[in-house]
Nanobody, 124 residues
């Protein structure tokens, strides 16, 4: 069992930065792949970034590549999403998710546990 709690969301101006954190409880965190997804009002949830269990393999959605960085600290049971050069279209609820299989994955159905989400709002 893994419980996930996101933090770090908020209101920021376009061009600004935020760092989201997702704290996990449970013994399986260090072997789980972690992902970030987001959902804007009226839109489906979409993949943002993923990192494998070790932290060495990452993958990003094309629309965030070069602006966002996913990382993890297994000693702290935490995964991060550093978001730079934010745009109004990045406004969404951001969710972290854990896949006990351990490999990076872009499909939400491959994730076993989800956090409650944190709101990110980017003003123009």
């Amino acid at each position: 069992q893994v419980q996930l709690v996101e933090s770090g969301g908020g209101l920021v101006q376009a061009g600004g930065s935020l760092r989201l954190a997702c704290s996990a409880s449970g013994r399986t965190f260090s072997s789980a792949a972690m992902g970030w997804f987001r959902q804007a009002p009226g839109k489906e949830r979409e993949f943002v970034a993923t990192v494998n269990w070790s932290g060495y393999n990452t993958y990003y959605a094309p629309f965030v590549k070069g602006r966002f960085t996913i990382s993890r600290d297994n000693a702290k049971n935490t995964v991060y999403l550093q978001m730079n050069s934010l745009k109004p279209e990045d406004t969404a609820v951001y969710y972290c998710a854990a896949s006990i299989e351990g490999r990076i994955a872009t499909m939400s159905v491959l994730y076993d546990y989800w956090g409650q989400g944190t709101q990110v709002t980017v003003s123009s």
